[in-house]
C-alpha cells in the first residue's frame, strides 16, 4: 500500500470507533422504531457520519473506500449487535416463525426483521463467501451494508459497473441459497 | 481466471436471457463440466426465487436489472407514448419534465371521463415502497378538499414498474412565473401567497405535510379576473421516500433530483424528523423569492458545491435578507422592480424591517423559532397589510450566539466535535481554529516562515497555514465557542467528557505533532485556555507550560509567540494565587514585546494590564492605578472611537481599583457605566462580560449607598451567570458575593449570610478548599455570622480557615496568629472562655514571634487576653498584660492615640477590680491612669522605664 493509502487506512482506523458511536447513535433512531414510515436509509447514515466527521473537503473516491469500509463494517456489528440484543430480549425459543423469511430488501428491512436469527443467519453466510468471493462479499459490504450505489461502489473498489454488477447478481445468488439452506437445516 | 469467476460469468449471462433459452447457453458455457453446470443451475434457481431479497440496497433497486446492458437502458426502452395506456388512464400529451419523472396531460374513462395529470416517476425508485407508502397517505389526501389544494386522485405503477400519480389537472403557471408576468404588486403577491399558506395549512391540519414547496409545485391561473392558486403534489414527496442525502446532492452521476434551494435544514441533514415546520421553510423561501426576485441561496452555487457542501450551507450559512439581497442586485434590480410595480429604492425601502422579519423567521434554521403553522406565517403577513405589528422580531446578536451554540449542540455533541477535530488531520485542524481564533498568528507564522531553519517545519506550517484559508465547520465553531462563550456553556455542562478529550488531546499532540512544535505549542495553549474556564487551573498550568517550552523550542524567531505563551503562563499562575510568579511573567511577556518591536500592540497593552491586575490583588493600589491608566489611555488610542473589547476591559478594571483601592466612587461609576454600554453593544445581552460588569457597578453602588440601585444589577448579573456558566461556578460565586455585600449593607443580613453560605459551598466544590477565594469567601462569611450573633457558625468558618492556615503558612506566621484570633473571638462570645484564653495565648506568642515590638496585633491580643481573665475572675494575671501594653504604647511606632486607648483601658480595669476587690487602692490607681490618659505625650526612647 503506499503510503498515501496507508495514511487513510491509519485516519480511517482512528475514525472507526468514532464512526461506530455515530452510526450506532443514528441507528438507534432508525433501527428500534416501530414507525411506520421510518425511511433509514444506510446510505443516508453513513453519509451523515462521514460529513459530521470528516467535513466536506473534496476526497478522491479511491480514499474513501477506506470509510466506507469501515462504515459498513461499523453497520454490520450494530445489526449483529442489535441481533443478540432482540434475541436476549426474547424469553424461551423462536418457534412459530413468520413465514417470510429473507425477504429483506435492503439494510433497514434486514434490522426491521422480527427474527433476529435472521440477521445472524445472513451475517454467517456473508462470511462463507468472504471465503467463496472475496471479491463479491466486498461488493455486498459496500453496497448493502454501506448503501453505495453501483456506480460508487465500482469507483471506490476500482473496477468497472459490469463488474460490479456481475459480483452483485452472483453475491445475491450465493446468499440467497445459502440463507434458504440454514433455513432449512433449523 | 478462478472458479468462482468462471460461474459469475456465467451466471450473469445466464440471468439476463429468457427462460427458455438458458439452458441452452449454459450448454454451450459450461461444455462438458457436469459440476459447473450444477453449480450455475442451482444459483440460478435461487437467483429467480430471491424476489426481493437484497433487491433493494439503496433506492436503485433497477440497477441490480441492469445487470449487462450499458447500452440501452431499462429507461429508454420503456420511454412512454402518446396514446399509450397507463392504467386506465390514456396518456394525451406530455406536459412537462421534472427532477422526479414526466408529466402527462391524461385521459380517464372510468367512471367519469375527465382530463387529468399523470405524472410518472422515473426508474430509480423502488415501486413497491413508493406505492406501499402512497397507499399509507392516501385516505388522509382523500380527505383533503380545499379550493387551492390539487388532489392526488390515484396511484398505480406501469408495466415496466414504474410508480406513477395521477392528479386534478391544473392549469397555470409556476407563481414566480405568473407574478412576474403579470407584474403583481408586492401587496398582490403577500394575498397571492396567503393563499397558498392557507391551502399548506388545511394540508397541515389533516396530517400532510408537503415536504417539497417550490414555486413549481404551485400553479396560479386567473379566475374570474383575480389570480388563484393551486398546490400541487402533495404526498407525492413522501411518497416517493426522498431520500435526500445521497439523490439530491450527488450530482455528478444523476441529474439533480429535488430543489435544494428550497430544502429546509433538517431535510438537508436527512434527519428523519419532519413537521410542517419543514414547509414553513419552504414557504419561507419561496416568499422571499416573491419579494425579491432570487432564492437566498444561489441555486447555480448550490449545485455546483462540492459534495455534502450542500448540505452545509442549507444548515449553517445565513442567507442576506431579502431587503439585503434587494439592494445588493444591482444589475436586476431595475427589472426586479418593474414586476412589482415599484422602483428599485422604494422596493428595497418597503420591504426592509417587517418583511425582512417574517421571512427570516419563517426561514429560520432552528425550527422552534419558525413560525409553528403556515397559518401563523399568513397572519403575520396580514397583519403586515393591515399595519398592524407584526409577531416575528428581529434577531438580536446574543441570540445569534445562543442560536449558533444550539444550532450545533443538537446535531453532534460538541465533544465529538473537538474529538474529531483534533483526531482528523490534526495539522490542517489546529491551525483550521487557531486561524479563526488569532488570526495573527497566521501573520507571525508567515514572517517565521521567511525566517526559519527548518525546511521541513516550514513545509509543514506552510501547509497547515494554508489549510487554515479554508477554515472547516468545526474548526469555525470550536472558535467561536472557544472566543466568547465558556465551553460549559456550549457544552451544555458536560465537562467530564470535555475534560477526558482535553487529556487525549494532549496526549496526541505529544505524539503526533512532535516535530512541529510551534504548532503543538499552539493547541496546547488554546487546551490550557479550555482547562482554565473550566476552572482546572492545575491542568491550565501544565498545559501552559508545556506550550511555552514547546514554542521556545522552535526554531526561528517566535519572539511575539514566546511572549503569549509567557503571558497565559501568568494567568495560569494567577489563577492559582501565585501573584509573585505571575507578575514575573507578564513583565517578561511585556518586555519580549518591546524587545520584538511590539510595544504598543495590542498585546504589549494586555500585557501591562496584567501587571496592573496582579499589583491589585497584592493591594498595591498606586502601582496599579499607574499601570491601569496607561493602558485604558493606550486602549483608546487604539480603539479610535469604536467598541473595542479591551477597551471595555480596562475601563472596568481601572473603575474597580478606583472603588475598591481609593474609594473614588463616582469617576469608577461614570466609567463602569461606559464600559457596561459598550459591552452590550458588542456582545449582545448575555455574556460574560456584560454579566461582570453588572456586578462591579452593582459593587460601586453599594458603596455609594445606592441599595436598591446595586440589588438591582446584582440580581441581574447572577442571572446571567447562571445562565452563563451554571449554579456552581466560581464566577456566579463571585455575583453572589457581590450581591451579599450588598444586602448587607442595606440591612439584610440574614439573606446575605444564606447567599455567602452558598459562596463557600462553590467555590468549595470548584476552586477547592484550598484557594484563595474559598477563603476570602469563608472570611466573609464567618465576618456576617459573627455580626448576626451566630457565633458557632463564624466559628466553624474560622476554624476551616486555620485549618488551611496551619498547613499553608510556616509557622511562625503572624497570619495564622491572625486567624487565631478570629477563632478565639468566637470562642470567647459563646462563653468557653477557657478555650479562648489558650487561642489567645497562642495567638499572642505567635505575634511576639513575628510581630515587631509595639505592633498593634500584639497589644490587640494582650487586650484581648486580658479581658478574657477578666471575665473568668483572673484580674492579677490580667494586670501586667495591659501594663505591658500601655509600655509598648510609648514607643516611637505607636500612633499617640493607641496610648491614650492603652491608658484608659488600665483605668477602666482598676476601676472594676476596685468594685470587686474594694480597699486594695485600685481606685487610686485607676484615677492615676485615667490623668494619665488625658495627658499622653508620646514618649520618647529615654522615658521608658525598665522593663
Redesign the interface.
Known amino acids: 500500500m503506499n503510503a498515501a493509502a496507508s495514511g487513510d487506512k491509519a ?1 480511517a482506523d ?2 472507526l470507533p ?1 464512526v461506530y ?2 452510526l450506532r447513535k443514528a441507528a438507534q ?2 433501527l428500534v422504531g416501530e414507525r ?9 447514515l453513513v ?2 457520519a ?9 476526497i478522491p473516491w479511491a480514499n474513501r473506500a477506506h470509510f466506507y469500509a469501515a462504515a459498513a463494517e461499523a453497520m454490520r456489528q450494530i445489526l449483529l449487535d442489535h441481533a443478540k440484543a432482540r434475541a436476549r430480549d426474547k424469553r424461551g425459543g423462536t418457534q412459530g416463525q413468520p413465514m417470510a423469511w ?6 433497514a428491512d434486514l434490522a426491521a426483521t422480527e427474527d433476529s436469527q435472521e440477521i445472524v443467519s445472513f451475517d454467517s453466510a456473508l462470511r462463507r463467501l468472504e471465503d ?2 472475496a471479491d ?1 462479499a466486498r461488493v ?1 459490504q459496500f ?2 451494508y454501506a ?6 461502489t465500482a469507483l471506490t473498489m476500482g473496477v468497472s ?2 463488474t460490479v ?13 445459502a ?2 439452506e440454514r433455513e432449512q437445516k433449523d | 481466471m478462478s472458479k ?2 468462471q ?3 456465467i ?2 449471462g445466464a ?1 439476463v436471457l429468457p427462460p427458455d433459452q438458458r439452458a441452452a447457453y449454459l450448454d454451450a458455457a459450461c461444455g462438458k463440466d457436469v459440476a459447473l453446470r450444477a453449480e450455475v443451475a ?3 434457481r ?2 429467480d ?13 433497477s ?2 436489472r ?3 446492458s ?1 447500452a440501452a437502458t431499462v429507461d429508454e426502452l420503456s420511454r412512454e407514448h402518446a396514446g399509450q395506456m397507463i392504467g386506465r388512464y390514456k396518456l394525451l400529451q406530455p406536459i412537462g419534465e421534472g427532477g422526479f419523472g414526466s408529466v402527462w396531460m391524461a385521459e380517464q374513462r372510468e367512471p367519469v371521463k375527465r382530463l387529468v395529470a399523470l405524472k410518472i416517476i422515473k426508474l430509480g425508485m ?1 415501486t413497491r415502497q413508493v406505492v406501499a ?1 402512497f397507499e ?1 397517505e392516501r385516505q388522509a389526501l382523500a380527505m383533503m378538499d380545499h379550493p387551492n389544494i390539487a388532489r392526488v386522485l390515484d396511484a398505480g405503477a406501469t408495466e415496466v414498474g414504474r410508480p406513477y400519480f395521477v392528479m386534478d389537472l391544473v392549469k397555470g403557471d409556476p407563481i414566480a412565473t405568473y407574478c412576474d408576468k403579470n407584474n403583481l404588486s408586492i401587496e398582490d403577491r403577500l394575498n397571492l401567497f396567503r393563499q397558498v399558506c392557507e391551502a399548506v395549512q388545511h394540508a397541515h391540519t389533516k396530517g400532510i405535510i408537503h415536504r417539497d414547496i417550490k414555486p413549481s409545485n404551485v400553479l396560479v391561473s386567473t379566475q374570474d379576473g383575480k389570480p388563484s392558486a393551486k398546490v400541487i403534489d402533495f404526498g407525492i414527496a ?1 411518497a416517493t ?1 426522498n ?4 439523490k439530491t446532492f450527488y450530482t455528478e ?1 444523476q441529474q439533480l433530483i429535488g430543489t435544494p434551494e428550497y430544502m429546509s435544514p433538517e431535510q438537508a ?2 434527519s ?1 424528523d419532519i413537521d410542517t415546520r419543514t414547509d414553513v421553510y419552504s414557504l419561507g423561501v419561496m416568499l422571499y423569492q416573491l419579494l425579491t426576485g432570487s432564492t437566498p441561496f444561489d441555486g447555480k452555487e448550490l449545485r455546483s458545491a ?4 450542500i ?2 450551507i442549507i444548515r449553517e450559512v445565513d442567507p442576506p435578507k431579502p431587503s439585503t439581497r434587494i439592494s445588493e442586485s444591482a444589475d436586476t434590480i431595475a427589472s426586479v422592480a418593474a414586476k412589482r410595480q415599484t422602483e428599485p429604492k422604494r422596493l428595497g425601502a418597503f420591504v426592509r424591517g417587517e418583511l425582512d422579519w417574517i421571512v427570516m423567521k419563517a426561514m429560520e434554521k432552528d425550527r422552534s423559532r419558525r413560525y409553528e403553522t403556515a397559518n401563523g406565517l399568513a397572519m403575520d403577513i396580514q397583519r403586515f397589510l393591515s399595519g398592524e405589528a407584526v409577531v416575528a422580531a428581529p434577531v438580536s446578536r446574543a441570540y445569534q450566539l445562543r442560536k449558533f451554540i444550539r444550532r450545533n449542540k443538537g ?2 455533541t460538541a465533544a ?1 466535535l473537538i ?2 477535530a483534533i ?3 490534526a495539522a490542517a485542524s489546529t491551525a483550521g481554529f487557531i486561524h479563526a481564533r488569532r488570526q495573527r498568528d497566521v501573520a507571525i507564522a508567515a514572517e517565521t516562515r521567511a525566517r526559519s531553519e527548518s525546511e521541513r517545519a516550514t513545509t509543514a506550517e506552510a501547509k497547515a497555514v494554508a489549510e487554515a484559508q ?1 477554515a ?3 474548526s469555525d465553531f470550536l472558535a467561536s465557542m472557544l472566543g466568547g462563550v465558556g465551553p460549559e456553556v456550549a457544552l451544555g455542562r458536560d465537562t467530564a467528557l470535555l475534560r477526558s478529550i482535553l487529556e487525549k488531546t494532549e496526549d496526541r499532540v505529544g505524539k503526533e505533532l512532535a516535530d512541529q512544535p510551534l504548532v503543538a505549542g499552539r493547541m496546547l495553549r488554546i487546551v490550557a485556555d479550555v482547562y482554565n474556564q473550566l476552572a482546572a487551573i492545575d491542568k491550565a498550568d501544565a498545559n501552559a507550560r508545556r506550550a511555552l517550552e514547546l514554542i521556545k523550542s522552535a526554531p526561528g524567531d517566535n519572539r511575539v509567540e514566546i511572549a503569549r505563551a509567557t503571558h497565559d503562563l501568568g494567568t495560569a499562575l494567577e489563577s492559582q494565587g501565585k501573584y509573585t510568579e505571575a507578575k514575573a511573567k507578564f513583565e517578561e511577556a511585556f518586555d519580549l514585546y518591546v524587545a520584538a518591536g511590539a510595544g504598543e500592540s495590542g498585546n504589549a497593552v494586555s500585557a501591562l494590564s496584567a501587571i496592573g491586575g496582579v499589583l491589585f490583588r497584592t493591594r498595591n493600589f498606586s502601582g496599579a492605578e499607574t499601570s491601569f491608566r496607561k493602558v485604558l489611555d493606550a486602549r483608546r488610542r487604539l480603539a479610535n472611537n469604536e467598541d473595542s473589547a479591551n477597551l471595555a476591559s480596562s475601563l472596568d478594571r481601572l473603575a474597580v481599583l478606583l472603588s475598591y483601592g481609593k474609594n473614588e466612587y463616582a469617576e469608577s461609576e461614570t466609567l463602569q457605566r461606559e464600559a457596561l454600554a459598550m459591552r452590550r453593544r458588542l456582545y449582545g445581552e448575555l455574556h460574560p462580560e456584560v454579566a461582570l460588569g453588572l456586578s462591579n457597578l452593582a459593587a460601586n453602588l453599594g458603596s455609594q449607598g445606592r441599595f436598591d440601585d446595586a440589588i438591582e444589577f446584582n440580581k441581574q448579573s447572577i442571572d446571567q451567570h447562571r445562565k452563563l456558566f451554571g449554579e456552581r461556578h466560581p464566577r456566579t460565586a463571585q455575583a453572589m458575593a457581590s450581591y451579599a455585600k450588598n444586602l448587607d449593607r442595606s440591612g439584610r443580613p440574614a439573606e446575605a449570610i444564606a447567599m455567602r453560605r452558598l459562596v463557600v459551598e462553590i467555590n468549595i466544590e470548584s476552586v477547592g478548599a484550598g484557594h484563595r477565594e474559598t477563603l476570602d469567601s469563608r472570611f466573609n462569611l464567618g465576618w456576617a455570622m459573627d455580626a448576626a450573633k451566630d457565633y458557632a457558625g463564624a466559628e466553624e468558618q474560622y476554624r476551616a480557615m486555620l485549618e488551611w492556615a496551619r498547613i499553608n503558612y510556616k509557622s511562625p506566621d503572624h497570619r495564622t496568629a491572625g486567624v487565631i484570633m478570629l477563632v478565639a473571638a468566637t470562642v470567647n462570645n459563646q462563653g468557653r472562655h477557657a478555650d479562648a484564653e489558650a487561642l489567645y495565648r497562642e495567638a499572642l506568642e505567635l505575634f511576639i514571634l513575628t510581630r515587631p515590638t509595639g505592633h498593634s496585633s500584639i497589644a490587640e491580643a494582650r487586650n484581648a487576653l486580658a479581658d478574657c481573665l477578666v471575665t473568668q475572675n483572673r484580674p492579677a494575671e490580667a494586670e501586667p498584660l495591659l501594663l505591658a501594653v500601655e509600655r509598648d504604647s510609648r514607643l516611637e511606632n505607636v500612633p499617640p492615640p493607641d496610648r491614650a486607648a492603652a491608658a484608659t483601658r488600665l483605668a477602666s480595669f482598676y476601676t472594676d477590680w476596685d468594685k470587686a476587690e474594694p480597699a486594695r487602692g485600685y481606685d487610686a490607681k485607676a484615677t492615676e491612669w485615667k490623668m494619665k490618659s488625658e495627658t499622653t505625650q508620646p514618649a520618647t526612647k529615654d522615658q521608658i522605664p525598665g522593663k
Not at chain 1, 102 to 107: C, D, E, K, R, T
Open positions: 485516519a482512528r475514525l468514532l458511536e455515530q433512531l432508525g411506520a414510515d421510518h425511511t433509514l436509509s444506510a446510505t443516508a453519509h451523515e462521514y460529513l459530521k466527521l470528516v467535513g466536506s473537503r473534496e429473507a425477504n429483506f430488501a435492503s439494510v467463496e468471493s463479491a455486498v453496497r448493502f448503501g453505495l450505489s453501483v456506480e460508487q459497473d459490469r454488477n456481475r459480483l452483485w447478481t452472483f453475491a445475491r445468488a450465493w446468499l440467497h441459497r440463507v434458504r | 468462482s469467476e460461474v459469475q460469468n451466471l450473469a440471468s442451482s444459483l440460478l435461487s437467483l426465487e430471491a424476489g426481493s431479497f437484497l433487491s433493494a440496497p439503496t433506492a436503485d433497486a440497477e441490480a441492469t445487470a449487462n450499458s423502488d407508502r399509507q413522501k421516500q431520500n435526500l442525502t445521497d452521476y441533514e436527512g428523519l462540492a459534495y455534502g457542501e448540505q452545509r446535531t453532534v465529538v474529538a474529531t483526531l482528523v488531520g479554508s472547516t465547520t468545526i
